[in-house]
């Protein structure tokens, strides 16, 4: 009997079109002989469609070879096992891993908190640091309707103005600094902000996208990536290094341009290398994560200090993507990868 295996991709986020992509080659490399698929799209909007090929899948305005599933509850209760290839808001943040737990079948990946943890960029700095993992310092503020609040370490909060924050900045952080929302993906919202009128104009960008906002100091040094995949038993793959054709990874040297270069292995002292494996895993566990992540940290020039910059829990998967590359690279295939993550989802 084959697996009956619900791939859903599309979804309500900035990364619609990247996750139809990761979900075009996972379906390609997925073994035809074991899983009955079950290609879901979910468009923008958030209606449910099935997808009618298995052979390619081409997301046109017209929704060619799709049909509208009215009741999704349903339709996903008949399934053995989900595999979400979703990326940011709405797909790797909790929300529809909790849909998943309310059908009571397995699924690929993290679980609600691990998820919306690992979305959340304050959230997830708030747990690495009790986990003792060095990464940045950073400043958290919060905003409401052109308000801006400042919480402190212990959450207390107080009202600032863009002077004073950006004045804290400078005495606190330094220049250069980067401004993020707390819940986005793909660097949208993201700026770097090498002085204060910068800065002040950063942050009203950033608070487009949400009303958690993130002020880090900025690491100048490599740009590391490594995977891991497991639940109990972690195992972390090679560090993988990227180049970003850009002054930083924004969302167009990821996804545009082409003169943006990854490196596998990364070019890091063998020692420094074992580290990040070793952290990755750690703060993977920090999540409670489940099944798989990509856990990305900085190097810093000279000094060779390791950061932690952030864990994805649904990383870029087509075939020429980080995660499935970095596993590639210490011999496991692209098709066993997707078997192993399966197995890992149906094991819990
Ligand atoms: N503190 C920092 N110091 C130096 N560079 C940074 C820092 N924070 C972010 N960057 C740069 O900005 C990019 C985007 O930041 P970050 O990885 O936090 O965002 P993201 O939107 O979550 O990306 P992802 O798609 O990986 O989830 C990084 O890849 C890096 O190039
Ligand atoms: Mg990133």
């Known amino acids: 009997m084959k697996t009956k295996l619900g791939l859903i991709f599309g979804g309500m986020s900035t990364e619609n079109e990247v996750s139809v992509m990761s979900a075009n080659s996972i379906l390609q490399n997925l073994n035809k002989d074991k899983y009955e698929i079950y290609p879901i799209y979910i468009t923008k909007e958030g209606d449910w469609y099935k997808y009618k090929k298995l052979d390619n899948i081409e997301i046109d305005q017209n929704l060619s070879n799709t049909e509208k599933i009215e009741n999704i509850i349903r339709y996903l209760q008949d399934l053995d096992v989900i595999f979400p290839v979703l990326h940011g808001a709405f797909g790797e943040d909790g929300t529809i891993q909790g849909l998943f737990e309310m059908t009571k079948k397995p699924y690929v990946g993290c679980g609600v908190l691990a998820s ?81 009128e910068d800065l002040k104009e950063h942050i009203k960008y950033a608070s487009q996208f949400d009303s958690k906002i993130l002020i880090e100091e900025g690491i100048n040094g490599q740009e590391v990536e490594c995977a891991v995949l497991g639940n109990e038993k972690v195992v972390a793959s090679c560090v993988g290094e990227i180049k970003p054709a850009e002054e930083f990874y924004s969302y167009d040297a990821k996804y545009e341009d082409e003169n943006s270069k990854t490196l596998i292995p990364a070019n890091l002292d063998e020692k420094v290398s074992e580290e990040i494996r070793k952290l990755a895993v750690k703060a993977f566990k920090a999540i409670d994560g489940k099944g798989l992540s990509r856990v990305d940290f900085f190097v810093e020039k000279d000094t060779n200090k390791i950061y932690i910059n952030e864990i994805n829990t649904l990383p870029g998967f087509t075939k020429i993507s980080m995660y499935p590359k970095l596993f590639e690279q210490v011999g496991i295939k692209y098709s066993d990868l997707l078997d192993k993550l399966i197995e890992l989802a149906i094991s819990l």
């Not at 960029?121 to 640091?129: A, E, S």
């Not at 400042?150 to 004073?164: G, M, P």
């Not at 804290?168 to 330094?174: A, C, R, S, T, Y």
């Open 116 to 196: 919306s943890v690992g979305m959340d960029k304050v959230y997830t700095k708030i747990i690495f640091n009790r986990a003792n993992i060095n990464q940045a310092r950073y400043i958290y503020l919060k905003n409401y309707k052109y308000k801006y609040i400042y919480v402190d370490e212990e959450f207390n909060e107080k009202d600032i103005t863009l002077d004073e924050i950006a004045d804290m900045v400078e005495n606190k952080l330094g220049f250069p600094v980067f401004t993020k929302p707390s819940n986005s993906g793909s660097s949208v919202g993201i700026n770097k902000a090498k002085n204060k």
